[in-house]
């Protein structure tokens, strides 16, 4: 999911409108924005859909009025998958004894299923089947004074990841979980300020980026400034790798460099680990492409645009059902025929899930006549679910937890078939030394199965890590 909110501006819903269309990559089932007028008090819309489908009219915008909103776009990983239903679209608002407050997650909460039954058996009474719901009915539940206190002592309850953005009639709130698993940051336009997930949202309204929120902050923005502070027990952060090699979109900043860098060093990293004698390097646009732009420059072997992407496509992977994701390949990516015929090519994507894409683009480009497909991937095998925030399948669907490269190869009938190293990627994310097998920078629980956060609600369900 993606989140944004701002503080101290005129009309805040135009600038929330434009942050989560430049976040649309992070969700694209649903949004909704929340605003409030010191006149008129809250306001909220939620739809399904885009936001340049639903946020755009001026006659929408009117709805929204006041200097203070926040807003989400949502991409389904807990709570009912694949039909997402309109009350577990968010934001989700309260009503508390000191007023209203709004709060919108990126994440998944680990412990949501046994919150959500103590709750229930204490008295809540549950609007959606969201996990993110339970940090409202933890805030109801508080004795503290103000939203803020509310907030922290309901997020000290909760386990998992979450980088929330909330909203009182005066105050944008930002906290990130104590290993900082998903992305936040702070940015400046004029005397107001900016919470997004990614720097690309700051960038669209012409606000200055200011610095990421660390793992385990909390900061509260008014008018008058930002405070912040560090309610958990510090930890070493765990920044979600896979950001860096899929989700995050390659114009925004995370560490200190464009994550298109990144992704560029993925490709010569998989270069080196991997090289290949071929006659051109294609992505499979374009998650791909910055990896496969590496891996040319590194190998020398001539860059081509071999896979067509048509443009009003979402991605693929992110419909939930998988009908729609079969489909998805062929109505959404073409081989550039002309290109192709009688080479030997070599194919970059950043990861292998359920296999689907790379079966369907190894036909397409033998079918235009390849001499030789080559398959390089950006990414260790996936192997293991996500609990974090990722919508990966069930560890059963992961084609990477029942074979072998060697088997993943023969299944998909190319001539070659390599991932990046665990080791690799992180030298290509900036950890010269590789992973530390004692203390990990990132979470890589998807490619190494060690997770940060034991994953409570699944591990009860009978889950084996
Ligand atoms: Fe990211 Fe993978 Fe960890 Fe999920 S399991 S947070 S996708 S690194
Ligand atoms: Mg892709």
Redesign the pocket.
Same mark, same amino acid.
């Given at each position: 999911c993606g989140v944004f909110g701002v503080v101290g501006v005129a009309d805040a819903a135009n600038f929330v409108a434009l942050g989560l269309h430049a976040l649309q990559h992070r969700g694209q089932e649903a949004g909704g924005i929340v605003t409030h007028h010191t006149d008129t008090g809250f306001h909220q819309v939620r739809r399904m859909g885009l936001v340049r489908d639903n946020f755009t009219s001026a006659s929408m915008m009117e709805k929204l009025p006041g200097g203070i909103g926040i807003g989400h776009v949502r991409y389904s990983t807990a709570g009912a998958k694949g039909q997402t239903n309109m009350r577990d679209v968010q934001p989700f608002f309260g009503e508390f004894s000191m007023g209203g407050a709004a709060i919108a997650h990126n994440g998944n909460i680990t412990n949501a299923l046994s919150l959500r039954k103590e709750l229930i058996e204490r008295g809540s009474i549950f609007q959606s089947t969201s996990d993110s719901e339970c940090i409202i009915h933890l805030m109801a539940r508080s004795m503290g004074r103000n939203i803020p206190d509310r907030m922290e002592e309901a997020l000290r309850k909760v386990e998992g $990841?979450f980088s929330v953005v909330a909203m009182t009639r005066t105050k944008l709130i930002g906290c990130r979980d104590p290993l900082g &698993?998903r992305p936040l940051v702070l940015g400046k336009i004029g005397d107001g300020w900016v919470l997004a997930s990614e720097t690309c949202a700051l960038d669209i309204i012409g606000a200055e980026f200011v610095r990421e929120i660390e793992a385990g902050e909390m900061v509260v923005a008014t008018e008058r400034g930002v405070e912040s502070h560090f309610p958990f027990r510090r930890q070493k952060s765990r920044f %979600?790798?896979?950001?860096h090699v899929y989700f995050s979109r390659p114009d925004s900043q995370l560490g200190g460099r464009s994550v298109y860098e990144t992704r560029e060093a993925i490709g010569r990293e998989l270069a080196k680990e991997a090289p290949v004698d071929a006659d051109l390097v294609c992505p499979v646009p374009d998650s791909g492409t910055p990896a496969a732009i590496g891996y040319s420059l590194e190998s020398g072997i001539p860059y081509a645009m071999g896979i067509i992407r048509n443009n009003y496509m979402g991605r693929t992977f992110i419909e939930p059902t998988e009908q729609i994701r079969n489909m998805g390949v062929r109505l959404k990516l073409n081989v550039n025929r002309a290109l192709i015929k009688g080479k030997r090519v070599i194919l970059v994507d950043d990861s292998v899930v359920r296999g689907t894409t790379s079966r369907k683009i190894k036909e397409m480009i033998l079918d235009a006549g390849a001499a030789e497909v080559h398959f390089r991937i950006a990414s260790p095998p996936t192997a293991w679910p %996500?609990f #974090?925030? &990722?919508d990966t399948p069930e560890r059963e669907k992961l084609l990477a937890a029942t074979m072998s490269e060697d088997e993943m190869c023969k299944h998909l009938g190319v001539d070659s078939l390599r991932f990046i190293s665990l080791d690799g990627l992180y030298r290509a994310v900036g950890e010269a030394k590789g992973r530390d097998a004692n203390a990990p920078a #990132? %979470?890589? $629980? %998807?490619f190494s199965g060690e997770y940060p956060v034991a994953p409570s609600d699944m591990i009860e369900q009978g889950f084996r890590s």
């Open positions: $990841a &698993v %979600c790798i896979f950001e %996500c #974090y925030g &990722v #990132y %979470c890589d $629980a %998807c």
